[in-house]
């Protein structure tokens, strides 16, 4: 049984031992019949009362309907690509730049960066152009076409004579044929490049919880949704992976080794337990029941090993308390921009240095 499946059988018992001891007597959801369903159970109460199960989640929750949030402002679902100024809002078509160019709304990674002694600075900008090209491939395969050229660089890039060159990426054929592509709207991939995220989308596919997460019929991928935060007044923006009834999953590659320990050392090296609570705030704002959030992994070198986890409630509250000291650094002049920005800092010898010390023979 999948950790989903097994979510929804919880829900569902917790659903029905409400409904037998009478706990809700006129209701007006799913199960209960009540206009605000306290269950918490796999139908999905939007502020608006709008009940959304998991056969009509994706149009309702994620389609055309209007929700409120808590605030009772409404959230405008559009399969449009956003504005320059963006509203509030669930966006199920925006693209991954439209999301990335804005500025106004603060991201989970804005937020890490507020947190240079839990995580390093900047990134390898092919590596991330590589981890859009493999979501795509995995979450959005019918739009590569719309986004992608695969250009081979000793085929394209030769002489003018036709010969190949030594140097293909800095011949007039090989910068026209990107130049055209650019024009075109689309990103130029290596060969290899391709055949290594379908490579990965083919080990995703015969893992059989990532391939039940993919295939759930009401989930709707790269999912982006925009609020407003009443209590502290901040716009923020989260972008889906996938979004389904109950579970929000990130799609990430990685270099670290498979099993619990490596992978919870990567969690937080990366800062992925600050992303869960950022994107389960985010959700919870815009009115969407999300109550778990699961990563899956895929290797990034052969056989690119796949592991679906689900990070437990310790993860999830050490992500909040990290993104509480990064929002209060970012909302309070007076805290230091970092530990040891002001003052002293008094370091002492860690547990393990000690062991290490003991081994030492002299």
Known sequence: MSAHTAR????????????????????NCSYCRKPDCPHHCHTQTLDAGVNVTEADFASTAL???EVTN????????SDQPAPASIPPGIYTDMSNDDYH????????TRLKRLLPENYKQGGNQDALDFGNLFHTVVL???KLADRYLVLDPYKVGVKANGDRADNPTATTAWKKAVTKATEDGLTVVSPADWDKAHAMRDSVLKHDEARELLNLASAQHEVSVFVEDPDTGLKLKARFDLLAPMVAVDAKSTAAKPGAHSLTKAVIDYGYDLSAAHY???AELAGLQVDGFTLLFIGKEPPYRVTVADLDDLLIMRGRRLRDLAIKRLLDPTEPAYEGATGRLLLTCPDWALEDEMEIEF
């Open 8 to 27: 929804l059988d919880r829900a569902r018992a917790k659903t029905k031992k409400a409904l037998d001891s009478g706990f809700c007597e006129a209701g």
């Open 280 to 282: 389960l705030h985010v």
């Open 140 to 142: 959005e395969p019918e």
């Open 63 to 65: 389609g055309s309907k």
């Open 70 to 77: 808590s605030t009772g402002q409404p959230f405008t679902q």
């Open 101 to 108: 160019a804005d500025t106004e709304y603060l991201s989970s």
